[in-house]
């Protein structure tokens, strides 16, 4: 069976999304990859932290170092809820204006037949103008996709 792809983007609201993509990996005997989006400026402000931990040890932290640290919340997050008893891999990506694509890129690469992303809730208005990125991966993702409302 192929995994599914669960993104997360804020540790505490993802954890019932978490949770429902447990149940279905658990019933579809699946695993799961759990991708932590993380914006430009977070990015940038663990690789300022990383640097400076880095002056003090005499030490440099590359790009793999700083994706880590961005999904170390998320990590902790699935460990906790998946337990043992689900099968996961992490991932973690630095997303600008286009998160539906990079969501549907993972997905792709990993071969994943279902989706659970978190919603937005957003006026037709703002989506008219910013774009609606559960609405992009709905449409564009050939397989299933579970939102989460919160």
Known sequence: ?????????????????????????????????????????????VAETLDAIGRVEHTTYDEDAILTGLASDAEDLAAE???DDVEYVSESTVSGDNQAQDILATAETNDCDHVFVPGRRRSPTGKVVFGDRTQRVILEFDGFVTVSME
Request: charged fraction near 30%.
């Open 1 to 45: 069976m192929s995994p599914a792809l669960v993104v997360i983007e804020d540790a505490d609201r993802d954890r019932q999304l978490l949770e429902r993509a447990r149940s279905f990996a658990l019933g579809e005997e699946t695993h799961l990859v759990v991708l932590s989006l993380a914006t430009p400026d977070e990015y940038e402000e």
């Open 81 to 83: 809820t998946l337990g």
